[in-house]
Nanobody, 111 residues
Framework: VQLVESGGGLVQAGGSLRLSCATSGFPLDDYVIGWFRQARGKQREGIACISPSDDSTYYVDSVKGRFTVSRDSAKGTVYLQMDNLKPEDTAVYYC?????WGQGTQVTVSA
């Protein structure tokens, strides 16, 4: 099982980024994929996930309406579209499946 995040970077407040989580070693359609983030000095928190059965999604209140999780099974990739970014979204973002973490990708939002 391997997960590799990409797509992070520096963006101004109000901007957008799309993170990718490339997966391998397991059938993507059969497992929940979660997105997490960890800001400096804070605990890692779960922010979104996508269900394997019907692609239903869940979001924490702080990102609801701004972030969207989607899955491209043919590419083995899960995406996190982040719109209307805020400085408080600055963190390292991780995807997780089957108890395995990716290496993370840094997102920095400037005011």
């Amino acid at each position: 099982v391997q997960l590799v995040e990409s797509g992070g970077g520096l963006v101004q407040a109000g901007g957008s980024l799309r993170l990718s989580c490339a997966t391998s070693g397991f059938p993507l359609d059969d497992y929940v994929i979660g997105w997490f983030r960890q800001a400096r000095g804070k605990q890692r928190e779960g922010i979104a996930c996508i269900s394997p059965s019907d692609d239903s999604t869940y979001y924490v209140d702080s990102v609801k309406g701004r972030f969207t999780v989607s899955r491209d099974s043919a590419k083995g990739t899960v995406y996190l579209q982040m719109d209307n970014l805020k400085p408080e979204d600055t963190a390292v973002y991780y995807c997780r499946a089957l108890g395995v973490w990716g290496q993370g990708t840094q997102v920095t939002v400037s005011a």
